[in-house]
């Protein structure tokens, strides 16, 4: 005789919610926790606000989703920033985590943006190249400032050598080449942009491998 087999049981995956709506959900307890701090009464909130108290009502126990429109005047009445209505999430950590790499043509370079763009900026640490200059040239244009130490740079016709507060920008097709210029390491920051485009700075875009020169 065959033995009865234990009915199959089915088990659904509830849905997580998305930090956006517990973020919404904790509307409403929020807006009745600061209205009993306040002392104020649905009725009284209802005149200094212009929304009728059943809206507030639903509002405040989650059966009325929040919006701009009903936010904004009770903000006002409470005389609060509109993140603390809502409890938007702190912005995170905005520091750029520095990460110090070697440059192709020896020294290092420190990339100093995060997020990729039609300009990014870098901290170089150049050492002494030698004497001889091996001039290159590519496509985008770059703005130069010299932190610390003296750098020599080699222009097309030009040979210059900048200081401390000292800036140079060129466009990078003209060929090019820079070093320190008395043997020491010299830091200087610098905007680079591939495309050539002047920017407010007149500067360019970078990618991952860091500078070019």
């Known amino acids: 005789m065959a033995s009865k087999q234990p009915p199959e049981r089915h088990t659904t995956t509830q849905p997580t919610p998305s930090p956006h709506q517990a973020v919404l959900d904790e509307v409403g307890p929020r807006l009745k926790r600061l209205r009993a701090r306040r002392g104020l009464t649905l009725a009284a909130l209802a005149d200094t606000t212009g929304i009728s108290k059943s809206t507030l009502s639903r509002l405040e126990s989650g059966q009325r989703r929040p919006s701009l429109e009903l936010l904004l005047p009770l903000a006002h009445a409470y005389g609060v920033p509109l993140d603390d209505l809502v409890g938007a999430p702190e912005v995170g950590d905005p520091r750029v985590r520095l990460s110090p790499r070697p440059h192709a043509n020896g020294g290092t370079f ?21 004497a001889e200059p091996e001039l290159r040239s590519h496509e985008g244009y ?30 990078t097709k003209v060929p090019h080449w820079f070093s320190s210029a008395d043997g020491r390491p010299v830091e ?21 491998g860091g500078p070019v020169n």
């Open 188 to 208: 200087v920051l610098s905007l680079f942009g591939r495309q050539g485009e002047r920017m407010h700075v007149r500067a360019k875009p970078k990618g991952d």
């Open 142 to 171: 770059e703005w130069l400032y010299v932190l610390d130490g003296r750098l020599r740079l080699v222009l097309g016709q030009h040979d210059l050598v900048l200081g401390p507060g000292e800036v140079a920008e060129w466009d």
């Open 110 to 130: 420190v990339p100093l943006t995060r997020s990729p763009g039609p300009l990014q900026a870098y901290k170089l640490v150049i050492p002494d190249r030698g």
